[in-house]
């Protein structure tokens, strides 16, 4: 049974802002980073493709260690495991700052997936105990604004970081914001924790970690075509049979590390699978456009920053617009016209070029943002 502790109205007030502080450090480094890839792989003496390592490995760690989030709130509490999330999060960047070659960046982006993995989740716990359901709604629209606004500002705030100051400031933006966090989740985070908590899946953990760390690390390196296609093929097929195995393992488990049941659900299975497909293609975006503007048409990390924020605003914007037409048109047929619609706009990019108009791939940014 989850412990609930008296909650004084300060901290329902502040609580909404401290999760929002997690999302929106995550979301900004992540805008940041996509726009400056090109100066750091320069500064690296490496290909700004090879830098994909740097965006795929802190993706990794929030595969690996999400599942466990929730159990490690219900056995530690939310209150310590968020400052502690907030600090490796903060700590990650840091050295992220400091790091002088591509292996200690791409160890402390791992460090911060790990803070990340835990800040979400486990802040989304503690506003779903310490609010009603009638009032759910309101609070998570206080959480999504500074998501939306981070990718807004982050490509502005990384070309002109970068355009001012060494490529390494980008990820020294996240330590003031972090420390101010810390101090507030002490004073205002409740502290919710699960008087009955089950035991952890150890085995799932391995298993489901091993097999999916192992698939991105072929994905990985079948890109760079590093390794002979004997070994890709093994690895695959080991990452395979451990992802085969964590499902035989969590069909005979009472409480699993992910309960795999819910995609009997159809309601739970439909979007899920829809939007894996939708992201296949939607997820690469961020880190290719501003290859696009930099590498393919010469743009300064500032000018491909302010190209990709059209899309932010365009996002933020639909969210606005969304609620009225659902209600005339129903989720059904929204989605399947969206779904071709976003993908017309993403092959659109393959007429850009140098000799493009500005304000037609500024269009073109707009349009894909009301789609995403």
Same mark, same amino acid.
């Given at each position: 049974?989850?412990?609930?502790?008296?909650?004084?109205?300060?901290?329902?007030?502040?609580?909404?802002?401290?999760?929002?502080?997690?999302?929106?450090?995550?979301?900004?480094?992540? *805008?940041?980073?996509?726009?400056?890839?090109?100066?750091?792989? $320069?500064?690296?003496?490496?290909?700004?493709? +090879?830098?994909?390592?740097?965006?795929?490995?802190?993706?990794?760690?929030?595969?690996?260690?999400?599942?466990? +989030?929730?159990?490690?709130?219900?056995?530690?509490?939310?209150?310590?495991?968020?400052?502690?999330?907030?600090? #490796?999060?903060?700590?990650?960047?840091?050295?992220?700052?400091?790091?002088?070659?591509?292996?200690?960046?791409?160890?402390?982006?791992?460090?911060?997936?790990?803070?990340? *993995?835990?800040?979400?989740?486990?802040?989304?716990?503690?506003?779903?105990?310490?609010?009603?359901?009638?009032?759910?709604?309101?609070?998570?629209?206080?959480?999504?604004?500074?998501?939306?606004?981070?990718?807004?500002?982050?490509?502005?705030?990384?070309?002109?970081?970068?355009?001012?100051?060494?490529?390494?400031?980008?990820?020294?933006?996240?330590?003031?914001?972090?420390?101010?966090?810390?101090?507030?989740?002490?004073?205002?985070?409740?502290?919710?924790?699960?008087?009955?908590?089950?035991?952890?899946?150890?085995?799932?953990?391995? #298993?489901?970690?091993?097999?999916?760390?192992?698939? *991105?690390?072929?994905?990985?390196?079948?890109?760079?075509?590093?390794?002979?296609?004997?070994?890709?093929?093994?690895?695959?097929?080991? *990452?395979?049979?451990?992802?085969?195995?964590?499902?035989?393992?969590?069909?005979?488990? $009472?409480?699993?590390? #992910?309960?795999?049941?819910?995609?009997?659900?159809?309601?739970?299975?439909?979007?899920?699978?829809?939007?894996?497909?939708?992201?296949?293609?939607?997820?690469? &975006?961020?880190?290719?456009?501003?290859?696009?503007?930099?590498?393919? #048409?010469?743009?300064?990390?500032?000018?491909?920053?302010?190209?990709?924020?059209?899309?932010?605003?365009?996002?933020?914007? &639909?969210?606005? &617009? +969304?609620?009225?037409?659902?209600?005339?048109?129903?989720?059904?047929?929204?989605?399947?016209?969206?779904?071709?619609?976003?993908?017309?706009?993403?092959?659109?990019?393959?007429?850009?070029?140098?000799?493009?108009?500005?304000?037609?791939?500024?269009?073109?940014?707009?349009?894909?943002?009301?789609?995403?």
């Amino acid at each position: 049974m989850t412990e609930r502790p008296e909650i004084d109205p300060t901290t329902l007030r502040v609580l909404p802002w401290l999760v929002a502080v997690g999302l929106f450090m995550e979301h900004l480094d992540i *805008s940041i980073l996509n726009t400056v890839i090109p100066v750091i792989a $320069a500064d690296l003496g490496t290909t700004a493709l +090879s830098l994909k390592a740097v965006l795929t490995t802190y993706t990794l760690a929030l595969a690996i260690f999400i599942p466990v +989030s929730g159990w490690v709130a219900d056995r530690y509490g939310t209150r310590r495991v968020f400052r502690v999330a907030v600090a #490796l999060f903060t700590i990650g960047s840091l050295l992220c700052g400091l790091s002088t070659n591509l292996p200690m960046l791409i160890a402390s982006r791992f460090l911060q997936g790990v803070g990340g *993995s835990m800040m979400v989740p486990v802040g989304r716990i503690a506003l779903i105990r310490a609010y009603p359901r009638s009032q759910m709604l309101r609070m998570m629209n206080y959480v999504v604004i500074p998501a939306l606004v981070a990718p807004l500002v982050g490509p502005f705030v990384g070309g002109t970081l970068v355009h001012l100051l060494p490529w390494r400031s980008v990820f020294l933006v996240n330590i003031p914001i972090g420390i101010a966090g810390w101090i507030l989740i002490r004073r205002h985070m409740p502290d919710f924790r699960d008087a009955q908590v089950t035991p952890l899946d150890k085995l799932g953990l391995v #298993l489901f970690g091993a097999g999916i760390a192992l698939l *991105s690390y072929v994905l990985e390196v079948f890109g760079e075509h590093s390794w002979p296609p004997r070994e890709i093929a093994l690895m695959f097929g080991v *990452s395979i049979v451990l992802l085969i195995a964590y499902r035989w393992h969590a069909r005979h488990m $009472a409480h699993p590390l #992910l309960y795999l049941r819910l995609f009997a659900i159809r309601t739970f299975r439909i979007p899920v699978v829809g939007g894996f497909i939708t992201r296949l293609g939607v997820g690469g &975006m961020p880190f290719l456009l501003p290859l696009l503007y930099q590498v393919g #048409l010469g743009y300064s990390p500032l000018e491909a920053g302010l190209l990709t924020t059209p899309l932010a605003v365009a996002a933020m914007g &639909m969210k606005i &617009m +969304s609620r009225p037409i659902l209600a005339r048109f129903g989720h059904r047929q929204v989605l399947l016209w969206n779904t071709w619609l976003l993908g017309g706009t993403i092959m659109l990019y393959v007429l850009v070029d140098a000799r493009t108009p500005v304000v037609l791939i500024v269009l073109l940014s707009l349009m894909q943002g009301f789609f995403s």
